[in-house]
């Protein structure tokens, strides 16, 4: 069983930087994928990026690109979101999740959630 625990979240102004801490208790992350997505409200959930943890490759959504960066941290057991050049539209609620396949169509874990807003 994996537990995994978002922090970082906040409220900023446009063009600022957040940095997501996604942190996993019960398992390693070894051989897991690990994912960020959002849901703003009244809206679904939407893929952000991932990281394959032993590979070290990372995916992102077009509308993320050249702003975020998803990173992990080995003796930590940890996976970072480093947002930057934040735009009102990033406002949401930020999940983690992982899951042991490679290309998970869904994952087994999530997060309890982190809130972002970002004003204009």
Same mark, same amino acid.
């Not at 906040?10 to 600022?16: I, K, P, S, Y």
């Not at 997505?37 to 959930?45: H, N």
């Not at 070290?56 to 970072?80: E, L, M, P, W």
């Given at each position: 069983?994996?537990?995994?625990?978002?922090?970082?979240?906040?409220?900023?102004?446009?063009? %600022?930087?957040?940095?997501?801490?996604? @942190?996993?208790s019960g $398992?390693?992350?070894?051989?897991?994928?690990?994912?960020?997505? $959002?849901? @703003?409200?009244?809206?679904? $959930?939407?893929?952000? @990026?991932?990281?394959?943890?032993?590979?070290?490759?990372? !995916?992102? /959504? &077009?509308?993320?690109?050249?702003?975020? /960066?998803?990173?992990? &941290?080995? *003796?930590?057991?940890?996976? !970072?979101?480093?947002?930057?050049?934040?735009?009102?539209? %990033?406002? @949401?609620?930020? !999940?983690? *999740?992982? &899951?042991?396949?490679?290309?998970? $169509?869904? !994952? /087994?874990?999530?997060?309890?959630? /982190?809130?972002?807003?970002?004003?204009?």
């Amino acid at each position: 069983q994996v537990q995994l625990v978002e922090s970082g979240g906040g409220l900023v102004q446009a063009g %600022d930087s957040l940095r997501l801490s996604c @942190a996993a208790s019960g $398992r390693t992350f070894n051989s897991y994928t690990v994912a960020w997505f $959002r849901q @703003a409200p009244g809206k679904e $959930r939407y893929f952000v @990026a991932s990281i394959r943890w032993s590979a070290g490759s990372t !995916y992102y /959504t &077009d509308s993320v690109k050249g702003r975020f /960066t998803i990173s992990r &941290d080995n *003796a930590k057991n940890t996976v !970072y979101l480093q947002m930057n050049s934040l735009k009102p539209e %990033d406002t @949401a609620v930020y !999940y983690c *999740a992982a &899951d042991v396949r490679a290309i998970p $169509r869904t !994952y /087994t874990y999530w997060g309890q959630g /982190t809130q972002v807003t970002v004003s204009s």
